[in-house]
């Protein structure tokens, strides 16, 4: 049985505040507010619901929980910076002077950048 196989995702995102948290995902990323309930702010994202939930003890893990597919990453990335997210540089990688790591084979680019509770997220024109 193959239930699962054409219905659209939600993605549940938590936070400690969120108000903070909504009103970066709205005005900062630019993404559209459906609605709000008492348990989560919810965005469209393309084709999925992005629930942003509240948790109070909440802790952000160090790997990226959402990544974003974009055509132009460097455009993206300075649009976002121009708005003040803050892009963050690896050690471990060798980054451009905007934050944007290249795969060896020119084939991938990423950014990495978190939210307000410091969960990170990522632009990318990985398909």
């Not at 995902?25 to 709000?36: P, T």
């Not at 160090?62 to 990544?67: A, F, N, S, V, Y």
């Amino acid at each position: 049985m193959r239930t699962l196989r054409t219905a659209a995702p939600a993605v549940v995102i938590c936070t400690r505040d969120r108000v903070r948290s909504t009103t970066f995902y709205r005005d900062v990323l630019g993404l559209e507010l459906v609605r709000e309930d008492r348990f989560a702010a919810v965005f469209r994202l393309g084709s999925c619901a992005l629930r942003i939930s509240a948790v109070p003890d909440f802790t952000p893990h160090e790997h990226t929980i959402l990544g974003f597919i974009v055509p132009d990453v460097p455009a993206v990335v300075r649009t976002l910076r121009d708005a003040g997210v803050v892009f963050d540089f690896y050690s471990a990688l060798q980054q451009d002077e905007l934050g944007v790591w290249t795969s060896p084979d020119g084939a991938l680019r990423v950014a990495w950048f978190k939210d307000p509770d410091g969960n990170v997220l990522s632009v990318t024109d990985a398909s």
